[in-house]
């Protein structure tokens, strides 16, 4: 082991003990010291870490690569105690650009496609665990760190709900499930319980060596399942996973005006299922779906009301 790894592995180590998760940073940093080992490079660098996530990565379309030099700055910070040659990459170096974009709005059949898709991609556990994962994603609209989140201690077998612990914002919620969602959850568990029955966590969804999925292997890796089932093909922006999330609040919000619901008073009971921090953020939907945004024009207009049962 070269003075360089050993390092990160006691950087690993502090933070850890300090309780921060690092399950992240420990899938990405490895790979980064490499790198660094391939160059000659005895510390972290400005124009090394960029270099790293320009060859991992020749276009910025996701998120992966500011979350890349996040890694590399944390692990830096702590080699500048060591090596003063050690050069920190300051922040919004390679920033993550927020604009909005249309999402794309699954249908049921969609979602079929994918989870399909998702039986081809390996071993059993592994297509069982992204064939459960997408199914709970459109079932339940949570966040897709929310659900790599999820410990097995998080869900009330009996009651059918999720405990969602203080994501983002700080808020924990509880959201329940229909049925067939606490059966799907049920099948999976009994599978993973079986193919690796000692996980190295309390995670609920493992990856193929029993470990907490991770967000940098989890979006690449659905990003073929979509292309390998087809899906959004002739879309203006391609699939996400936070897409599903959209799907959820855009359908409930349709079905509701389609009943004739007061939607109003409905607005603030899916902002608390969301987990939104307050109910503005929820009537940001109203434009996802452009017959959700006529329905709610003639809403406010006084037509097309339905009768209410």
Request: proline share 7%.
């Amino acid at each position: 082991m070269t003075e360089l790894r050993q390092t990160l592995d006691d950087y690993l180590r502090l933070r850890r003990s300090l309780g921060h998760k690092m399950a992240e940073a420990a899938w990405l940093l490895p790979d980064f010291i490499t790198f660094l080992e391939e160059r000659g490079q005895t510390t972290v660098t400005v124009t090394a870490a960029l270099a790293w996530v320009r060859k991992r990565e020749s276009h910025v379309v996701t998120t992966v690569s500011p979350r890349r030099i996040t890694a590399v700055r944390g692990f830096a910070r702590y080699l500048s105690g060591i090596n003063p040659a050690t050069e920190i990459p300051p922040l919004g170096l390679v920033p993550h650009r927020q604009r909005w974009r249309q999402p794309f709005i699954y249908s049921d059949a969609d979602v079929i496609a994918v989870m399909t898709a998702a039986d081809g991609i390996g071993p059993p556990l592994r297509a069982a665990t992204y064939r459960t994962l997408v199914g709970l994603l459109a079932a339940t609209g949570v966040r897709i760190g929310e659900a790599i989140n999820l410990d097995h201690d998080d869900i009330d077998w009996t009651e059918g709900v999720l405990r969602i612990r203080e994501t983002k914002f700080g808020k924990s919620r509880l959201v329940p499930l229909e049925p067939s969602s606490i059966d799907a959850l049920r099948e999976y568990d009994v599978l993973r319980n079986r193919i690796a029955p000692r996980p190295e966590g309390p995670s609920f969804f493992v990856s193929r060596t029993r470990r907490r999925l991770i967000y940098a292997v989890v979006a690449p890796t659905f990003r073929r399942l979509v292309t390998s089932a087809g899906v959004g093909t002739d879309a203006p922006n391609p699939p996400r996973l936070h897409d599903f999330r959209h799907s959820f609040a855009v359908r409930a919000l349709l079905t509701w005006y389609r009943t004739g619901a007061d939607v109003q008073a409905k607005i603030p009971s899916l902002s608390t299922y969301l987990g939104h921090r307050e109910p503005s953020s929820t009537y940001w939907y109203l434009s996802a779906a452009p017959e959700l945004l006529a329905l709610a024009a003639a809403r406010r207009e006084g037509v097309g009301k339905a009768v209410r049962p």
